[in-house]
């Protein structure tokens, strides 16, 4: 029972999580914007129940649009032209599920906030346009984690072997085919990749116009 114990605990500090929990000062921030949102919802309202659904609908909405900029015009650009392209296609490996599943989730709790705020203030305020923009950016964004994240990182995994075995993949911010553009096999894989990495980006825009759209209802609705 003692090896089970110690296994257990050995496989346990081993884990990322804990890793996370007691190396790094992510904890600290979390705690830090627990205490600040409980300090927040100490102060007393009438409304307290709508007060707090206001605050999960505003702060998934700027959190999917936060996400959605850091990615898409900061690191991604960023990253590109300053990673070899290997190196670049790696970090994208494991960055784009998770990017795509905490956006969807954010749109799922953005869009659920948002019907459960209008249904406790009896639909004062209602905005089909709202309820459209996080429906759409939800369901291009579930779409794109389940179907074509997938297949777009097994094609670039084929294209990277490729690659490596003719000695590219080194460059930076560019694609340099050298003989590999006479190798039929490695053109169709390539415009797998191109194909599903072009739906990606296209669904990518279209959900960060609705976001910044959605944004703008808020503005609105606070103006008014």
């Known amino acids: 029972a003692y090896d089970v114990f110690k296994q257990c605990t050995t496989r346990l500090q081993e884990s990322k999580a804990f890793v996370v929990v007691t190396k790094t000062t992510q904890p600290f921030h979390v705690a830090l914007a627990m205490f600040m949102l409980l300090t927040w919802l100490s102060k007393p309202s009438p409304n307290a129940s709508i007060r707090l659904w206001r605050a999960v609908y505003v702060g998934s909405v700027a959190t999917h649009l936060g996400a959605q900029i850091w990615m898409t015009l900061v690191s991604g650009i960023v990253l590109y032209f300053s990673l070899p392209r290997h190196d670049f296609g790696r970090v994208q490996t494991v960055l784009f599920p998770l990017y795509y599943t905490f956006n969807a989730s954010m749109s799922l709790m953005g869009l659920f906030a948002y019907t459960r705020t209008q249904y406790l203030t009896n639909f004062q305020h209602f905005s089909w346009i709202q309820v459209a923009l996080l429906l759409a950016t939800l369901s291009i964004?579930?779409?794109?984690?389940?179907?074509?994240?997938?297949?777009?990182?097994?094609?670039?995994?084929?294209k990277t072997q490729m690659e490596e075995a003719a000695g590219g993949g080194q460059e930076v911010g560019q694609l340099i085919l050298g003989e590999l553009a006479h190798c039929p096999r490695y053109i169709r894989v390539l415009k797998a990749f191109r194909m599903y990495h072009s739906s990606i980006a296209m669904g990518t825009m279209i959900t960060f116009g609705c976001s910044l759209y959605s944004i703008m209802i808020i503005v609105d609705s606070i103006c008014n």
Not at 143 to 149: A, D, E, G, K, S
């Open 141 to 158: 964004e579930a779409f794109i984690r389940l179907r074509l994240v997938r297949p777009m990182i097994v094609a670039k995994h084929i």
